[in-house]
């Protein structure tokens, strides 16, 4: 269900977490109260809830901090200023890669698309990321390489969680780890996945688009189908240390872009060492799946080129360009 432009001015009103009369919201919105009770009831197929109370009005079950695009880009650096092109907010996507996709044919660059929910993005082994409105970040960059086609992309991904995890410890976030080759974790339990697609002529040009998606507040009830272990930023800072998704959204981009526009200069090689500092599979007991197929072994971390170095049940270690790892019983 897409959101309406009516339902994301009653959100916007309702976001501070406090009671509005449906008298005050009809002349707000410029309709009738009845009108109002139905726009809240769609908020509610989205699964937004809120409380009603007789005399008192209408309230979320909590506040939510709305993204604001002027906002995200007065917290910028100046010299990340100057590489956007273009900065959207969107209250409702099917997928911000999708739509990045769709403009990067279009030669376009410098694109940055975050949404509110989408209804489309990708998780783990192809499944439907789970994308409550308003609660945590989807984010993604579009950026065109002119000189190079996709191969020195190579390790892409790698430099991109080497990225976030400077974001989110300048935030106070710590602890967090990267798992190979797209994942975000903390204490076992994932935080955010990396998904990058790249496309373009083999000698050049080419372009990616970079997407991340990160718990910043999953609500458990909207959490059941995930299958694996998960936490959010809420979880990890407690409730008394909040953090703005305007300001998370902003530190996420001082870092991601200087990152993304030089990676065909520095390649993978200027973060392979921080990388394995943040490397939480190395020597760990885990499952390699790649298609139909998975093997059981140790990982042993990654090589230069950031290829997983994977020793399988009868000791051999080999290299693997792709696969899907868990922790072993995960």
Not at 156 to 173: K, N
Not at 284 to 293: D, E, M, S
């Amino acid at each position: 269900m897409t959101l309406s432009d009516k339902q994301h001015q009653l959100l916007a009103l309702l976001a501070d977490g406090q009671f509005h009369s449906g008298s005050a919201l009809a002349i707000s919105l410029n309709i009738s109260r009845s009108a109002v009770w139905k726009q809240v009831l769609g908020l509610t197929e989205l699964g937004i809830t809120s409380v009603a109370v007789r005399g008192k009005g209408y309230k979320l079950d909590r506040p939510l901090q709305l993204l604001d695009a002027p906002h995200i880009n007065s917290l910028l650096t100046a010299q990340n200023q100057a590489l956007i092109q273009s900065l959207q907010v969107v209250p409702h996507i099917a997928s911000t890669n999708s739509h990045l996709l769709e403009l990067g044919r279009q030669n376009r660059t410098g694109v940055v698309c975050f949404a509110e929910q989408q209804s489309a993005g990708k998780g783990r082994r192809g499944r439907q990321w789970v994308s409550p409105f308003g609660s945590n970040i989807y984010l993604s960059i579009l950026w065109r390489y002119e000189l190079h086609g996709p191969d020195v992309l190579s390790g892409l991904s790698l430099a991109v969680g080497v990225a976030v995890v400077r974001a989110l410890t300048s935030l106070g976030v710590a602890g967090v780890g990267l798992k190979w080759p797209n994942d975000l974790i903390h204490q076992g339990k994932k935080l955010g996945g990396i998904l990058i697609e790249v496309s373009g002529e083999s000698a050049g040009p080419c372009y990616a688009v970079v997407g991340l998606g990160l718990n910043v507040h999953l609500p458990a009830s909207q959490a059941s189908d995930i299958d694996q272990a998960w936490t959010d930023i809420s979880q990890i800072l407690g409730a008394a240390n909040s953090l703005s998704r305007n300001r998370l959204a902003a530190s996420l981009l001082n870092e991601l872009l200087p990152v993304i526009s030089q990676f065909e200069h520095t390649g993978l090689a200027a973060f392979l060492p921080e990388w394995r500092s943040y490397d939480c599979l190395q020597g760990q007991a885990a499952r390699l799946f790649i298609g139909n197929q998975h093997y059981s072994g140790t990982v042993l971390g990654i090589d230069d080129k950031g290829l997983l170095l994977f020793a399988k049940a009868d000791g051999n270690p080999q290299a693997f360009a792709s696969g899907e790892v868990s922790f072993s019983g995960s």
